[in-house]
């Protein structure tokens, strides 16, 4: 045993003499037992405690530190690893240690002590693997360092995946991670899937689909197979402001080498959501370009497109997986207001549709409850509401790309609960309550005026009413009068300027939920008003479609769960309900999917919430496929489709621009956005501009000019007879005192007209 005096150990501090070690049999002294002491040894430090024999504390490094001078001495070495394929003359010899390579690499691990034949030879070949990269991984089993640069990363990550080094190829593909560029995304996301490392194919799939519109300029894109286009094509998560850059990068494709690549063009252009492009883009680009006219399949295509937006009354007919908006298409959805725990909430709430969350960046710039909420020219319009105080008849606007509020034209009426819309360029504010009474009267705000007018009242007086716009008509859903809940729906053409009553729901709903989707309309929860056999509100999580075509109501999936003050809204091709109250605040939030008649939960509010609005503002660009056409811009759309579908179709070829594909290269993080690559698919379609919609006509506020001639059918879904285009405006209410009743509107069928007001109600604040 070594000495107090060893340079190897440190006497302690203790004072205390050391014992002295027991004599043996043999005469000698016992060997004291190596014991780790509790105190913190620092490094290149050594203690040694009386009675217990210390240790060295950087022993380890010690040791191994003299096994890398062996190593890179070539000392005591007993095998020999061989770089390079069976045959070559010059193979990189690499001599080691087999305990430090088993110690180091789970695959070494296994060939030495496994009884393999290699663990007897001196010389063994590892095959499929760089010379390099090899050396380079021996050296760090020595050395526990490994330099990763651009050059060397793709031939380190494949031999360490062989070697089974885990640290090694988390590393190359935290670097390549890093380093995603659109010019390299789609190589990365290549070699991923080639080496089996999923969290990296992952993150460059996710890459390519949130930059798609860079990552289609790159040469890697030219050169990817069909399948892998395909496969991005189909994506619903591919992050495109509009369905013609899909397109174009289509045509960039096939372009590319168009002779070998013409028989996958039918069923890569299946997966471009024709339907979705503006009628414009349909006509002068898509239906114009020869390579598509050459194909029959490909043409039956583009007529599927052009009869969507030539036929939209067929539209749910035509409903396909083509006309199924991108996540990114569908535009951002809004949630705004409410109550929290018995509490108004001035916040607005967004969700991000990709990724299934939500997002806190916008406030209401007053208390306000019980309100309306329509987006005018992608801005909010919050109108009336409570502020705890009184009803308001106060018009807001806000813009959240400048996140600015503006005072807006204040209603005629003070309303709360009301229902707000928007039809065909202007806004309506219909029913809800003063204060005092529940209303049956209805204002319209027109954008270019800046002024509210009264329309025909309804026949009956709804507050909490339900509001939804469809095929040119306002309908009026359930909603309270006062005395009971509704089941009553009213229908409204701005044509005619008269209302007309339509089939009835299944039951009665105040605060019922409204929305509108593939011409249905979807009234969902709600509740009863407590009578003498249900002392208390009775919620239903029920909800009910209705078809205008047959006049009829029929129930489909429920929600999970029974509420009523939902927020309810459609988002790309689902009805979202969000939030709501049964005896507390959700924060649930359902989706439903007409084509299988199914709730799916999304991701919850952050806090419970109910009678907030909810409302999509759309994106930038092209009209969406399913909103209603004015009757100018239907009848200008179907004269330009009309003329495209009888160009002629003898039209010169395509020039086509073939370029050979180069290697991919590892850009860095600090790297430039703009590649050489961007410029190797030239644009060969030239993107339409976004013509603005005409603006409507200024509403006529005259009083007391008459009303048209009554259609000759009330029936819910019968065209209105020719008019003008103009919308008519009854005279506004004789008295300024709110509630006091509108003109009777026309009779259009029974039950014949109700009064505007069905008296007082029991408390100025109605649930």
């Known amino acids: 045993m070594p000495s107090a005096s060893s340079p190897y150990f440190t006497r302690s501090s203790s004072s205390s003499p050391r014992p002295p070690s027991p004599p043996s049999a043999a005469g000698g002294q016992l060997r004291v037992l190596i014991r780790y002491s509790k105190r913190v040894v620092k490094p290149g430090e050594t203690m040694f405690t009386p009675g217990v024999s210390g240790h060295l504390a950087d022993h380890a490094l010690r040791c191994l530190s003299r096994i890398q001078e062996f190593f890179s001495r070539g000392k005591l070495t007993d095998v020999t690893l061989l770089a390079g394929e069976a045959g070559e003359a010059e193979a990189r010899r690499i001599p080691a240690h087999r305990l430090l390579l088993s110690a180091a690499s789970d695959y070494f691990a296994a060939m030495f002590t496994s009884g393999l034949k290699e663990s007897l030879q001196e010389e063994i070949r590892i095959v499929g693997v760089e010379a390099q990269a090899l050396e380079d991984l021996v050296n760090y089993c020595y050395t526990g360092s490994l330099e990763i640069t651009e ?92 369905e013609e850059v899909v397109f174009q990068a289509f045509v960039a494709w096939v372009s590319h080498n168009p002779d070998q690549r013409r028989n996958q063009m039918q069923e890569l252009l299946e997966l471009v ?81 990709r990724e299934d969350r939500w997002v806190s960046s916008h406030c209401l710039s007053s208390r306000r409850l019980q309100f309306g909420v329509a987006v005018l020219e992608n801005r909010l319009v919050i109108v009336g509401g409570r502020d705890g105080l009184k009803t308001l008849n106060t018009v807001e606007g806000y813009d959240p790309k400048a996140k600015i509020w503006f005072p807006m034209t204040h209603m005629n009426t003070h309303r709360h609960g009301l229902g707000v819309a928007v039809l065909g360029g202007p806004l309506y504010a219909v029913g809800g309550h003063d204060g005092w009474s529940y209303l049956n009267t209805v204002e319209r705000y027109d954008p270019v005026s800046k002024t509210w007018s009264y329309v025909a009242p309804m026949y009956a007086a709804r507050s909490t009413v339900g509001l939804g716009a469809l095929n040119g008509k306002l309908y009026a ?35 019922v939920a409204v929305a509108v989707l593939n011409g249905f309309i979807y009234a969902m929860g709600g509740h009863e008003a407590p009578g003498f056999q249900k002392p208390m509100d009775v919620r239903f999580e029920t909800v009910e479609r209705y078809d205008p075509k047959t006049d009829t109501w029929t129930l489909v999936a429920s ?209």
Request: aromatic share 4%; with cysteine.
């Open 273 to 353: 959501r024709l339907p979705l492009l503006c009628p414009e883009f349909l006509a002068d680009q898509v239906d114009s370009l020869p390579l598509l006219r050459e194909i029959p399949s490909c043409q039956n295509l583009v007529m599927e497109a052009l009869k969507f937006h030539l036929l939209p009354d067929r539209r749910p007919v035509l409903r396909s997986q083509r006309t199924k908006p991108r996540k990114s298409t569908v535009g951002e959805l809004f949630l705004v207001g409410g109550i929290e725990g018995n509490n108004g909430t001035l916040n607005i709430d967004s969700y991000d549709y």
């Open 151 to 242: 050059s060397n990363v793709e031939c380190l990550l494949a031999a360490a995946r062989l070697l089974q080094l885990t640290e090694v190829v988390g590393s190359c593909c935290g670097f390549l991670s890093a380093n995603l560029h659109p010019s390299n995304a789609l190589g990365i996301q290549q070699f991923a899937d080639l080496q089996g490392c999923q969290d990296l194919f992952d993150r460059a799939r996710s890459f390519v689909l949130d930059n798609f519109v860079d990552v289609m300029h790159s040469q890697e894109f030219l050169l990817l197979s069909p399948g892998d286009v395909a496969a991005l094509f189909a994506s619903d998560d591919l992050n495109v402001p509009s």
């Open 477 to 511: 859903v359930g909603g309270r009068d006062g005395t009971s809940c509704l089941s009553s729906v009213e229908c409204y053409d701005p044509f005619t300027n008269r209302w007309a009553s339509c089939s009835s729901m299944t039951r009665r709903r105040g605060g």
């Open 559 to 767: 929600m999970s769960q029974a509420r009523d003050a939902i927020s309810a809204c459609v988002l790309g091709e689902k009805v979202f309900a969000i939030g709501g109250y049964n005896d507390a605040y959700l924060p649930l939030v359902e989706a439903y999917d007409p084509d299988t008649d199914t709730w799916t939960k999304m991701t919850n509010l952050r806090s419970g919430r109910a009678g907030a609005s909810a409302v999509v503002i759309p994106r930038d660009g092209p009209q969406e496929c399913g909103s209603p056409l004015s009757a100018t811009d239907e009848e200008q759309t179907t004269s330009q489709l009309s003329m495209s579908l009888q160009t002629s179709l003898s039209q010169s070829q395509l020039d086509v621009t073939t370029q050979k594909g180069g290697s991919t290269k590892l850009r860095s993080s600090s790297t430039s956005s703009t590649s050489s690559s961007a410029t190797s698919s030239p644009h060969l379609i030239s993107r339409t501009p976004n013509k603005a919609d005409p603006p409507p006509p200024p509403t006529s506020t005259k009083p007391g000019t008459p009303p048209p001639p009554p259609p000759t059918s009330t029936k819910p879904g019968t065209p209105p007879p020719p008019s003008s285009g103009k919308l008519d405006t009854p005279p506004p209410p004789s008295s300024g005192k709110p509630g006091t009743p509108s003109p009777n509107p026309a009779k259009a069928g029974s039950p014949p007209p109700v009064p505007g007001t069905t008296g007082k109600s029991a408390s100025p604040a109605p649930k």
